[in-house]
């Protein structure tokens, strides 16, 4: 039994099943020096969750704020597994991206596009919170879940969902987790 105990505690078991990643917002005017710090302390970190301007629009389309080899250059400098973070225009649950979940699949061909560009990228993490006045519907809270699993399915990479306890969206959680790899507050 002590053995047990001491591989349960041991640095190597509790350091391989660890998880610290920080969330970074790529800004092309200070990414050098933010990769610096980001490197200085990657013995630190397992990941990173990397805002590389990949956003949905109002049409329900993905872009890009930021180039593929912008965002493939920070990726290469930080030398850290990567997520990268989508949010919408608003952050909110907009028309958008209640028409993104309606038909995700240019979505799905895009987030292809972008792996084979990078395929550094581990895997993608949604960010959409309904903003105080918002009240997402009974259609809104199924509907997200599906449109989850429906790019997991299509994108064959890591799935992470942003949630938060304050509103019905996100709040679903046993709802949430069989349509993603990682729930995460």
Not at 27 to 52: A, H, P, R
Request: one cysteine or more.
């Amino acid at each position: 039994m002590w053995l047990v105990l001491l591989l349960l505690f041991s640095p190597c078991y509790l350091a391989s099943n660890r998880e610290v990643r920080i969330w970074y917002y790529a800004n092309e005017k200070t990414w050098e020096s933010d990769v610096k710090q980001l490197v200085g302390n990657s013995s630190s970190l397992t990941g990173i969750s990397f805002g590389c301007g990949h956003t949905i629009t109002e049409q329900g389309t993905l872009v890009r704020t930021h180039n593929d080899t912008f965002c493939a250059k920070v990726v290469k400098a930080i030398g850290l597994p990567t997520t990268f973070v989508i949010g919408s225009q608003s952050n909110t649950i907009s028309q958008g991206m209640r028409q993104a979940m309606a038909n995700p699949a240019p979505i799905v061909k895009t987030l292809n596009e972008i792996d084979a560009a990078i395929p550094a990228n581990k895997g993608w993490q949604f960010d959409f919170e309904p903003q105080g006045h918002e009240h997402p519907t009974k259609h809104d809270i199924a509907a997200y879940p599906k449109f989850l699993a429906y790019i997991r399915y299509h994108v064959k990479k890591r799935v992470t969902a942003d949630v938060a306890s304050w509103t019905p969206f996100l709040s679903q959680f046993k709802n949430l987790a069989p349509s993603v790899t990682r729930i995460i507050n």
